[in-house]
Nanobody, 129 residues
Framework: QVQLVESGGGLVQAGGSLRLSCAAS????????MGWFRQAPGKEREFLAA????????YHADSVKGRFTISRDSAKNTVYLQMNTLKPEDTAVYYC??????????????????????WGQGTQVTVSS
């Protein structure tokens, strides 16, 4: 059974940094694409970044490009989201998700929640002004 467990959220002041972790278990993820999303109260779930586990290819949403970076550690079966220069509008619940990889590019198909088969429980990030 696939399990994704996020950690690393918390309260941080504007301008600060956090690194979120997503520990993946239950299968081999080399054929998966891993994504990070967030959802603020009253808003839709928003795509942030994704990574092809095997190749390490990444894609970041324009809204976070240059501030957030996705990466993975295959030895630890963990995906990370490094978040720098945080802003109050980054406050949300952050989710890790997994989807089977295909030949379709990340930017074309893997930026919507519906593409993903497995989700973590989420971790709260609160940025104070």
């Amino acid at each position: 059974q696939v399990q994704l467990v996020e950690s690393g959220g918390g309260l941080v002041q504007a301008g600060g940094s956090l690194r979120l972790s997503c520990a993946a278990s239950g299968r081999t993820f080399s054929s998966y694409t891993m994504g990070w999303f967030r959802q603020a109260p009253g808003k839709e779930r928003e795509f942030l970044a994704a990574i092809r586990w095997s190749a390490g290819t990444t894609y970041h949403a324009d809204s976070v490009k240059g501030r957030f970076t996705i990466s993975r550690d295959s030895a630890k079966n963990t995906v990370y989201l490094q978040m720098n220069t945080l802003k109050p509008e980054d406050t949300a619940v952050y989710y890790c998700a997994a989807a089977r990889s295909t030949s379709i590019s990340i930017s074309y198909a893997y930026t919507v929640p519906q593409k993903y088969d497995y989700w973590g429980q989420g971790t709260q990030v609160t940025v104070s002004s």
